[in-house]
T-cell receptor, first 117, second 113 residues
Framework: KAGVTQTPRYLIKTRGQQVTLSCSPI?????VSWYQQTPGQGLQFLFE???????NKGNFPGRFSGRQFSNSRSEMNVSTLELGDSALYLC????????????????FGEGSRLTVL | GDSVTQMEGPVTLSEEAFLTINCTYT??????LFWYVQYPGEGLQLLLK???ADDKGSNKGFEATYRKETTSFHLEKGSVQVSDSAVYFC????????????WGAGTKLIIKP
């Protein structure tokens, strides 16, 4: 079956702009999580959506937001971009906790690499 | 709260050497434990997992045993290859973390031919 698809794979923005990243989960998965990965900070959890509701949130400023649609596809948005937002943004999908199908495994996309100039 | 501690990298080995990447955890419940691997330019993928004490996860020649008495889940491989060069992440999930994965910092592994 098709894996997790993230678009775009690469993008360059300038400070102050905003960006929207998209993630299509594996068919049947209702949970989508977003992570920011940088060389200095490692892998940091942004937020998780399950059935269109934000269920968990990491410690990021309000400039980072997301949403999930009824088909489980998710988008994340970063407004007023800063140089420090340059990172690889990873999306991961799963069945979601407390479901019989849940194995605890996350399935990751290849990421969207954002460069802020 | 729950936490995962991994040995710092990078770890540099010659091909065919024995590999150990240490991982210890802190959790109040009975977590499931995972090793994920990230190859250059790719997202993370599950390498192996163990869901209860004394379970051994294995995949692609890698093994890790869930040791509750030492709260450890060390990753081992008997003979590494250049293609094993990647970043390895240890993680746990349990009810205390609301089943969110708690991640270690990652260990970069470099294998030289």
């Amino acid at each position: 079956k098709a894996g997790v698809t993230q678009t775009p794979r690469y993008l360059i923005k300038t400070r102050g702009q905003q960006v929207t990243l998209s993630c299509s989960p594996i068919s049947g998965h209702r949970s989508v999580s977003w992570y920011q990965q940088t060389p200095g900070q490692g892998l940091q959890f942004l937020f998780e959506y399950f059935s269109e509701t934000q269920r968990n949130k990491g410690n990021f400023p309000g400039r980072f937001s997301g949403r999930q649609f009824s088909n489980s596809r998710s988008e994340m948005n970063v407004s007023t971009l800063e140089l420090g937002d340059s990172a690889l943004y990873l999306c991961a999908s799963s069945f979601g906790a407390n479901l019989p199908q849940n194995t605890g495994e996350l399935f990751f996309g290849e990421g969207s690499r954002l460069t802020v100039l | 709260g729950d936490s995962v501690t991994q040995m710092e990298g990078p770890v540099t080995l010659s091909e065919e050497a024995f590999l150990t990447i240490n991982c210890t955890y802190t959790a109040t419940g009975y977590p499931s434990l995972f090793w994920y691997v990230q190859y250059p330019g790719e997202g993370l993928q599950l390498l192996l997992k163990a869901t209860k004490a004394d379970d051994k996860g294995s995949n692609k020649g890698f093994e890790a045993t869930y040791r509750k008495e030492t709260t450890s889940f060390h990753l081992e491989k008997g003979s590494v290859q250049v293609s094993d060069s990647a970043v390895y992440f240890c993680a746990l999930s349990d009810s205390d973390s609301n089943y969110q994965l708690i991640w270690g910092a990652g260990t970069k592994l470099i294998i030289k031919p």
